[in-house]
């Protein structure tokens, strides 16, 4: 072999090997239940609400936030409940539309569905004006879109009508059982159930990129911008650092909702299935691929996450 032959193979070897790994790969960060999950005092909120912020912007992560105005309605503490959802523009970030009271389209008609979304936009609109932005973006409450193909024509027709945009998922995940179980330890101090939990989470969240990365080369022939659904509280504000790092170990460079939204499989129609679901999943269904099972989280957060629920149910 001629030492220039020798050279080219030796080019085209690495060219390989950094095509395989240095993989280019895009995700957007959302949030939902804001201000916050949970009923944390008004300083529990500002606290979370700050570190997470700080977080978003020490990792330069261009988040949108989904609102839940009932939330702010708490006598006493509307002026400070507004004012976290301002911190979050004040931040550069964008606010959008998750309905009043977070309602279960499972159980009311469309037309109270409707109007819990009419009633949801009140304070937020008023305070992108501020800002010269526009309420633009709606997630449904547990990504139920219609438990009928009726349901979801005539919602899909009405959010379009009041001009939203639909936020899609793809990186759906258990977020909150790990979030629900790290908050119930924190309230009782529990300072080893919390680290336990903590170092559970970002592993867990890992195999969901992992999954929802195989299942979109296996449906769509390639990797598509991502979807990230996270909710704002403890736990994420405790450990977004440590997911961001690994997002990024993975390759992924953060970019904002608009960007997601260009990659062409998000045009594809979105199957109405019986559960709120990855849209990977909904559109494996447009174009007529099986289902496809999810990882679990491990077993023993499901049983501490059961097990904190039924304690507090029996209060
Ligand atoms: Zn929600």
Known sequence: MSRLNYFVSWLFILFCWAGAFGQKREVVVTFDDLPTSYEYSLQAKQEITKKLLQSIKSNNIPAIGFVNESKLFVPGEIDGRTELLRMWLDAGLELG???FSHVNLEKIPIEAYEEDVIRGETVTRLLLNQKNMKLRYFRHPQLFT????????????FLKKRGYTVAPVTIDNVDYVFAYTYYKAKQRGDTKTMSLVGEAYIPYIEKMFEFFEQLSKDSFGYEIKQVLLL??????????DKLAAMMKRRGYSFIA?????????????????????????RWRKTKN???VAEPDEPEFIKKMFNDARQKSMSK
């Open 231 to 240: 909710h704002a509280n403890d736990l994420n504000a405790d450990y977004l």
């Open 289 to 291: 691929l099986p289902a």
């Open 257 to 281: 909702l608009e960007e997601a939204l260009k990659d062409k499989t998000y045009s594809l129609a979105d199957a109405q299935m019986n559960r709120g679901v990855s849209w990977i999943h």
């Open 97 to 99: 539309n998750h309905t």
């Open 146 to 157: 219609g438990l009928t193909v009726e349901y979801q024509n005539a919602l899909a027709a």
